[in-house]
């Protein structure tokens, strides 16, 4: 990924639910991509709620499906059926309606009594570099389970760690800013308005990780609805098309 100082791409888009059609397309075609490519696809989802319509849009794509891997960015530590597992929003959304092999679907052991050593096996199996990496933000400025000021955020050698947060459930399992920093391309999902003051201090503010972990998400491409956007530049004239993107030349984007 590019450097956490460099500009990356943000999108906003007027309604979620063309935020959600947006970012399905755009995991469809860099699965194809990467498929096409090296024969093989090692896409991280995200956890939270936010997603979840991307990823019921993406299980209707067309996408080779036989050679996607399908990986976590972070996991609560309870049962994987439970309704906090971020394995049984991907299930629910995606894994029961697309066909991925089982064997594909790698999911965190957090309902392991031993936190640390699930998340050692977890490093042990996680690609050195992810193709895709979907992550989101909390309105703290956290992402996958890095939250603000955590020992974490300070890891250069694990990739997966034990952690314990304020966001409920406490316990989890999250991948470490090395796996962000090695991951091919990443997306950062985020809608609602109690996200625009993190998106802002992640997009516009000084890069601080400690206590913005979003932050080492500057690189990335941002696909926002207007009201997660509402803290960051916007674009002079009129407002586009209902339901399109709003491609803000203020807001910085890739070449
Ligand atoms: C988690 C997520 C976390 C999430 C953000 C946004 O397991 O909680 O990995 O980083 O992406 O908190 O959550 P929402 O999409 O529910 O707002």
């Not at 888009?13 to 194809?32: G, N, V």
């Not at 972070?74 to 991907?90: F, G, K, M, Q, T």
Request: hydrophobic residues 45%.
């Amino acid at each position: 990924m590019a450097s956490s100082g460099s500009a990356g791409r943000v999108e906003v888009f007027d309604e979620p639910e063309a935020l959600a059609r947006a970012a399905a397309e755009l995991f469809a075609a860099s699965i194809a991509a990467d498929v096409d490519w090296r024969g093989r696809c090692d896409l991280a989802l995200a956890g939270g709620s936010t997603p979840r319509r991307a990823y019921e849009l993406l299980a209707a794509l067309r996408v080779p499906w036989p050679a996607l891997h399908v990986w976590f960015g972070d996991e609560r530590c309870v049962a994987p059926d439970h309704p906090d597992s971020n394995h049984a929003l991907a299930r629910a959304a995606l894994l029961d309606r697309a066909p991925i092999s089982p064997d594909h679907v790698h999911r965190m052991r957090g309902e392991e009594g031993d936190r640390d050593a699930a998340a050692r096996a977890y490093e042990r199996e996680l690609p050195r570099s992810l193709d895709l990496l979907v992550l989101g933000i909390g309105p703290d400025g956290h992402t996958a389970s890095l939250f603000p000021r955590s020992a974490a955020l300070g890891e250069t050698l694990r990739r997966v760690v034990a952690v314990v947060g304020p966001k409920p459930p406490p316990h989890r399992l999250t991948i470490t800013p090395p796996v962000i920093a090695a991951a091919r391309r990443v997306v950062v999902l985020a809608a609602g308005g109690d996200k625009a003051q993190a998106v802002r201090r992640a997009l516009h503010d000084p890069v601080d990780a400690a206590n913005c972990p979003a932050g080492l998400l500057r690189g990335a491409r941002w696909l926002l609805d207007r009201a997660a956007a509402a803290g960051i530049a916007r674009p002079s004239g009129a407002a586009p098309a209902a339901g399109t993107a709003r491609s803000d030349p203020e807001i910085r984007r890739i070449a």
